[in-house]
Each structure stands twice: as structure tokens, then as C-alpha cells.
């Protein structure tokens, strides 16, 4: 079964420093990898997706994340932090392309100090 | 609609109570998804639709549990004699293709208090 695990609840960086979330997947075959953002009182959204293409996905404003299949990680970064990134991230995985369950983490709460 | 949309906002339910979560996708999406979404915690996966037929209910926790989607459109998420370990946020995907691995839209959801 697959899973992905997010290291830190909790994510706190000032404004215009590097942003970087972490998260780590479990599967016993190759994944497809997505990050969504929840803002507050919205429906999560989609920032960007990995499915076997390229290893560095670029995103929605102005994120990115790269896929190390060594470490088994998809983690999501931005150069410049802005304000308006204070949300909820969640990374999520499904096993292989087509799989109706999409699996999240528990979430990452950024926040950002001005 | 330009999206989502899911009712009630919120909804208070007595412990016992049969309570009923509309969900509105957007026209044409063909997979529709429930999720439950407990405090503190990343949404966990209810049930699948793709069209009017249920492909997957392996998440539901409880007989207790229902979804539908008559139509191929709008569906309910059922929850009989409510317990307080139900409350959390109710979540409604929904996505142009078959399952998950295309982006999926999300709805702002019904958040459920059991008292």
C-alpha cells in the first residue's frame, strides 16, 4: 500500500526566504506524486503533480518540487516566500496511474512571518 | 457552476440523527470523490464514483455510511444514527477523467459537528 509521510506539522519562514516542505513516499511501485493547498475556508487545490515525465515539476506560483526515487522524496519548495503562501499543504500519492485513492499526508501548516 | 459546491456549510447533528451532505460537481466531471477530513489531519479517502456507478466504497467506515449518485451528477453522502467520532469536515472531489491521477476539484466542504 502506498503512503507518504510529511515531516513537520508546523512550518514557519519569513517572508521572502526559501520555502521548503518535506515529504517522503512509500510504495511498492512507481508513484504519481501530487502536492494540493488548502487555504483557509477553500477547497484544496492542486499546485503540482508528478507522474514519471521529469523529475522537476514546476507548479502554481512559483513552486516546484523534484523527484528522488534514492530518497524517496517529492519535497515542494519556492525560492522566495510571500505572504499570500500561508496555508495548508498536503502531498499526496497514488500508486499507479488510473488508481481511484488518492493517499494524503497529514499536512504541513506554513506560515509566514512578514 | 464555477465549481464545487458542496451544502451545508456546516451542520450540527444531535448524536443519533440521520443527517444528508449534498454535493454539486462541476458539469461534465465524470469522477466524483467523498473524503473525510478529521481535524488535524489530511483527508482520507470515502468512496468513488465515476458516473452513476460506485466503483469503490472501501473507504465508507460503517454500514452506517452511504453515498449515491443517481444521475451521474449530483451525489449525497448518507450518515445514519450520527456518533461523535463522525464529526469532521466532509469533503467532495470531482475530476473530468476516471480516477484520481488528473487534477481533482475540491469543494470547500460540510463541516459536521456530532453533539
Known amino acids: 500500500a502506498q503512503s507518504v509521510t510529511q515531516l513537520g506539522s508546523h512550518v514557519s519562514v519569513s517572508e521572502g526566504a526559501l520555502v521548503l516542505l518535506r515529504c517522503n513516499y512509500s510504495s511498492s511501485v512507481p508513484p504519481y506524486l501530487f502536492w494540493y493547498v488548502q487555504y483557509p475556508n477553500q477547497g484544496l487545490q492542486l499546485l503540482l503533480k508528478?507522474?514519471?515525465?521529469?523529475?522537476l515539476v514546476k507548479g502554481i506560483n512559483g513552486f516546484e518540487a523534484e523527484f528522488k526515487k534514492s530518497e524517496t522524496s517529492f519535497h515542494l519548495t519556492k525560492p522566495s516566500a510571500h505572504m499570500s503562501d500561508a496555508a495548508e499543504y498536503f502531498c499526496?500519492?497514488?500508486?499507479?496511474?488510473?488508481?481511484?485513492?488518492?493517499?494524503f499526508g497529514t499536512g504541513t501548516r506554513l506560515t509566514i512571518i512578514p | 457552476g464555477a465549481g464545487v459546491s458542496q451544502s451545508p456549510r456546516y451542520k450540527v447533528a444531535k448524536r443519533g440523527q440521520d443527517v444528508a451532505l449534498r454535493c454539486d460537481p462541476i458539469?461534465?466531471?465524470?469522477?466524483l470523490f467523498w473524503y473525510q477530513q478529521a481535524l488535524g489531519q489530511g483527508p482520507e479517502f470515502l468512496t468513488y464514483?465515476?458516473?452513476?456507478?460506485?466503483?469503490?466504497k472501501s473507504g465508507l467506515p460503517s454500514d452506517r455510511f452511504f453515498a449515491e449518485r443517481p444521475e451521474g451528477s449530483v451525489s449525497t453522502l448518507k450518515i445514519q444514527r450520527t456518533q461523535q467520532e463522525d464529526s469532521a469536515v466532509y469533503l467532495c472531489?470531482?475530476?473530468?477523467?476516471?480516477?484520481?491521477?488528473?487534477?481533482?476539484?475540491f469543494g470547500s466542504g460540510t463541516q459536521l459537528s456530532v453533539l
Open positions: 458539469s461534465g466531471h465524470v469522477s
Open positions: 499526496a500519492v497514488i500508486s499507479n496511474f488510473g488508481n481511484e485513492k488518492l493517499t
Open positions: 464514483f465515476q458516473n452513476e456507478a460506485q466503483l469503490d
Open positions: 472531489a470531482s475530476s473530468p477523467r476516471q480516477g484520481a491521477g488528473e487534477k481533482l476539484f
Open positions: 508528478y507522474t514519471s515525465a521529469a523529475t
